[in-house]
């Protein structure tokens, strides 16, 4: 079991370093930094020592290593594009998007898991086919289509509710939260709804496979031959069989929601950063998009991580145990 | 051991059939037998004879579109063949069991074999789970699993393959079945534990007084374990009597191809009879006998006519030499082509 | 050929085709849309992106059936450059469908090349192939996507950028997408270059590399296929993400996406059908699909037999 662990360890750490990797090859190669930092018409001695200062002319694993360095102490330069420090910049935005994709996971789950569980045990019904059919619409509609229909519903036709910002955040400490006023929450809605909607779908569609398949197994056919009940079967046998793989899998789509989130700031101008991330792609603002990927990168991988030990503890033929031969036949 | 004694199990005219959309397969047609309390009945013949089927509908556990057409099906008596699925749901487990071919797939992996006995017994007896707990470590010595006390925690993937049937069996009686409708017990294990679980099925059987239907192509496990056996062919039954004799009297030509077929030890020099052609195909079943294309004693009445199960020695055979008008003219088969 | 036709018309596979109404609907309507956006240049009343036949005082004109207002030479209403909404949508159209399918054939090609690399290779290559591929995993499709287009920003001009523009979606779509195809692939590779019959072959001295293809391909194109059709919705989809953000097609080719990003910003001041009317044709576009996409996996599936 610890060395399931450590060897996760180890691999998250060199994920961590490929992406590393890449994002300090866009900050060295792409574009140039010098130009983004200083006028048009500064003297090729300024820009010189300007390098130098920067560390830009060090062979290039030094620089690497610099760059690892100051990642892992948070420090990722100065935008291009406002040259305030990037972390801080992150740091005001983070808790946006956290607090974003934190209530489109929860509606897509509390949503998804049971409607997929009952198309799953009934599949032949009609309330299952018709839910099988608007979970294909959701798969099919782009996120940002949703975002704009719901804007032109909610908002401008119905005018129940804001289409852009936050609403009204209090803050605690650095983080600000818009949970603790109506306003706040208000805005939180249809940003929610529309970023969980696909995985929603997706959770949904997953659970109800998973549970065909289950159902088709042997071992819930041995336990209808022994008579237990459907609860027992449905409940107790089927569900518990459907959720260890469904687990793997939601946990990877939380991920997704995260990153997902840039679509859905950017239709409703929701100030976190996702939003900051389509900014910087189109200002080309480097230091912006390589932190923004070693945050993915780190999220990412303490997700993967997150799932493989509830993975872990939830079945046991991954737990020790093999194959006991306890004497004869 | 047919006695006096009621039927424990009389399976009448059962039809099962399998809408597809090509029309309608049928895949048992018309087969009646009976099984008394204790005995054990073998039921014996090719991949897709429908003998497993005939298992399924038995323990109303036929998948769709599959489905029983006509027939009945009386346990002591009662019909449940038409019973509701809850009235049936009640019979399977406490009134017939059933044991599957893989042991592997069929327990769940995620529950310990302690807690799928335990469930068992209280979904049909109203005990403590103290009380189950105890049943279910009495039951898992009974079936031979060493150092049960701990054991029963365990989980599926720690036994072995011939434990997990031991399990699978532990499971099927628990709940106290007159009748175990058995599937291929054997045909996943090694050859070497295959003796030690009928060995061990059967004398559990007899300790328990239950009824078992062993459903198997292997003609060996039959001649070990059944009092009785039926041959199925082509979805009908063959040939059904006392195992001794239709394994040396033979009455039917198939069941005769069957016997021929397997090796003896201690015979030498002759060649086995191997039957030619192959059953048919479910939607290609010929008029009249079902096996008159392989068969070579064929008269023009076995093309024509299909033959009930009647007298011959000490068996039923279905098939017109047993008949007092015999098969009529001989028609010999075509030599069978390459 | 009459009796490859008769075949087919008698196999599974039809039989379950015409069975399903909403999917030979969907055969329909993907058909109709794909006919309609590939004649566009036949079909369309009007070349909207023909400067010179713009006129502002046709601007911001609503559908037909909203009003006085409205114009039959311009059903579906016009944005504020006067710019036609149907004819801009089948153009549209046409080039979302041109991304979507180069992208998933883009794909396809680098993850199959990649998957057979590194099944047969193996050693480094596999290693380094499939921890790129690992890696490039852990983030989804759109920010593979837009990373890439970030760089090509980068490295290029934003106006040599908006030429090519088509060029650089495609290969960024199609390299974020290439991952299942190659392990796919490489499982079906190493699964065929255990068996015997590829040592055989090396005995006697004919060329494992053929003899694999021939026998890996076909076991391949079923669940290549189905990971396509997958595909195909999440490229056009993707595609319009992009051209939304702004960092896809841009205004003067624009696909449906871009169509969309265009009628968003008058959305506010009510001019609705701008965007919605390019919003519905890319919803039924790639519903169609997926509608498709489903029955071809369930008729592919040999456990649904």
Redesign the interface.
């Known amino acids: 079991m610890l060395a399931f662990i450590l060897r996760r360890l180890v691999q998250s750490v060199a994920v961590l370093l490929v992406v590393g990797l890449v994002s300090f090859s866009l900050f060295r190669y792409v574009g140039d930094p010098i130009n983004g930092m200083v006028g048009q018409d500064t003297p090729a001695s300024e820009r010189e020592a300007l390098k130098e200062k920067l560390g830009l002319n060090d062979p290039a694993p030094v620089q690497f290593l610099h760059f690892i360095g100051n990642a892992a102490k948070g420090w990722f330069g100065l935008s291009y594009r406002t040259s305030e420090p990037v972390n801080r910049m992150i740091l005001e935005r983070l808790p946006a998007t956290l607090e974003l994709s934190f209530c489109a996971a929860l509606f897509a789950l509390l949503i998804g898991l049971p409607m997929g569980v009952y198309t799953g045990l009934y599949p032949r019904h009609w309330s299952s086919r018709a839910l099988q059919a608007v979970s294909l619409l959701g798969v099919s509609l782009p996120t940002f289509v949703i975002g704009i229909l719901l804007i032109l519903v909610f908002s401008v036709m119905l005018r129940w509710l804001p289409s852009f910002g936050r609403g009204e955040t209090v803050n605690l400490g650095w983080w600000t939260t818009g949970f603790l006023r109506w306003k706040g929450i208000e805005a939180l809605i249809m940003p929610a709804i529309t970023l969980g909607l696909f995985q929603l779908t997706l959770i949904m569609r997953l659970v109800r496979s998973e549970m065909l398949e289950v159902m088709r197994?042997?071992?819930i056919?041995?336990?209808?031959?022994?008579?237990?009940?459907?609860r027992?079967i449905n409940f107790?046998?089927a569900l518990?069989?459907t959720l260890?793989p469904v687990i793997t899998i939601t946990g990877l789509q939380l991920g997704s929601i995260i990153a997902f989130s840039v679509v859905t700031e950017t239709v409703f101008a929701w100030p976190g950063v996702g939003q900051l991330f389509i900014q910087s792609v189109q200002f080309v603002d480097i230091p912006v998009m390589a932190a923004y990927l070693m945050l993915i990168g780190l999220l990412f991988v303490l997700i993967n991580l997150a799932v493989d030990l509830l993975y872990f503890a939830?079945?046991?033929?991954l737990r020790g145990?093999?194959?006991?031969?306890?004497?004869?036949? | 051991m047919a006695t006096n004694n009621p039927p424990l199990l009389e399976v009448k005219n059962l039809r099962v059939e399998f809408p597809t959309?090509r029309g309608t397969l049928l895949a048992v047609d018309n087969v009646s037998f009976e099984i008394s309390p204790g005995e054990v009945l073998g039921v014996v013949g090719e991949s897709g004879a429908g003998k497993s089927l005939t298992g399924n509908a038995i323990?109303g556990?036929l998948e769709p579109p599959g489905r029983i057409a006509a027939g009945e099906i009386r346990l002591e008596g009662r019909r449940i063949d038409n019973l509701p699925y809850e009235e049936m749901?009640?019979?399977?487990?406490?009134r017939i069991?059933?044991i599957?071919q893989?042991p592997l797939?069929?327990?769940?992996?995620?529950?310990?074999v302690g807690r799928q006995l335990v469930?068992?017994i209280q979904?049909?007896k109203p005990l403590s789970t103290a009380q189950a707990r105890a049943r279910a470590l009495e039951l898992l010595k009974e079936v031979?699993i060493?150092?049960a006390e701990h054991?029963i925690d365990?989980?599926p993937?720690?036994?072995?393959g011939?434990?997990r049937q031991r399990v699978?069996i532990a499971?099927?009686l628990c709940?106290g079945p007159r009748l175990i409708v058995a599937d291929e017990p054997t045909t996943a294990l090694d050859v070497s534990?295959q003796a030690?679980i009928i060995a061990l099925l059967k004398r559990l059987c007899r300790e328990h007084q239950t009824a078992v239907m062993l459903v198997t192509h292997d003609m060996g496990v039959i001649a070990e374990t059944a009092d009785r056996v039926a041959v199925m062919y082509a979805g009908r039954i063959a040939e059904i009597g006392p195992v001794r004799d239709v394994i040396k009297h033979a009455q039917h030509p198939y069941t005769k191809g069957l016997m021929g077929s397997i090796p003896h030890l201690g015979e030498r020099g002759e060649r086995l009879t191997q039957i030619e052609g192959s059953m048919p195909r479910l939607t290609e079943i010929p008029k009249g006998c079902a096996f008159n294309p392989r068969c070579t004693f064929r008269g023009e009445r076995c093309l024509v006519d299909r033959p009930e199960l009647m007298a011959a020695g000490a068996s039923r055979a279905a098939c017109w030499l047993h008949d007092a008008r015999g098969v009529g003219v001989p028609v010999v088969r075509e030599p069978a082509s390459a | 050929m009459a009796q490859w036709i008769a075949r087919a018309a008698d196999s599974d596979i039809w039989?379950s085709f015409k069975s399903s109404v909403t999917t030979v609907i969907a055969a329909i309507v993907t058909l109709l849309i794909i006919v309609v956006a590939f004649l566009s240049p036949v079909l369309a009343p009007h070349t909207p992106f023909d400067p010179s036949t713009l006129s502002l005082t046709d601007g911001l004109k609503p559908p037909v059936f909203m009003g006085d207002d409205g114009d039959w030479s311009f059903p579906l209403g016009t944005d504020d450059q006067g710019r036609d909404v149907l004819s801009s949508i089948m153009y549209g159209t046409r080039l979302s469908l041109e991304v979507g399918f180069a992208s998933v054939v883009v794909a396809m090609l680098l993850g199959i090349t990649l998957g057979l690399f590194s099944g047969y290779f193996g050693g480094a290559v596999d290693s380094v192939i499939m921890r790129i591929a690992d890696v490039q995993l852990t983030f989804p499709a759109i920010l593979v996507a837009l990373l890439i287009d970030g760089i090509v920003r980068g490295i290029l001009t934003s106006q040599r950028h908006d030429e090519i523009a088509v060029f650089v979606i495609v290969g960024a779509i199609g390299l974020s997408f290439w991952v299942q195809y190659a392990r796919t692939v490489r499982g079906s590779v190493l699964v065929e270059k255990n068996k015997e019959y590829v040592q055989a072959a090396r005995v006697i001295g004919l060329s494992p590399i053929l003899i694999m293809f021939r026998h890996v391909l076909p076991n391949v194109t079923g669940p290549v296929l189905v990971i396509g059709t997958i595909n195909l919705g999440l490229a056009i989809i993707t595609e319009a993400t992009l051209s939304f953000l702004g960092v896809g097609l841009p205004s003067t080719q624009p696909s449906l996406g871009t169509l969309i990003r265009l009628g968003n910003e008058l959305l506010q001041s009510g001019e609705w059908w701008i965007t919605l009317f390019p919003s519905i044709t890319l919803a039924a576009l790639v519903l169609a699909v997926n509608l498709l996409g489903d029955w071809l996996r369930d008729a592919l599936n040999p456990k649904l037999r």
């Open positions: 197994t042997d071992y056919k041995f336990a209808r031959a022994r008579g237990l009940t459907n027992a107790g046998h518990k069989n260890v939830v079945d046991p033929r145990g093999g194959l006991a031969r306890a004497g004869g036949h | 959309r323990i556990l749901r009640k019979v399977r487990g406490a069991g059933a599957f893989d797939t069929s327990l769940n992996p995620l529950y310990s469930e068992t979904t049909h031979g060493p150092g054991r365990h989980y993937h720690q036994f072995s011939g434990m699978v499971l099927a709940a534990i030690q | 039989w």
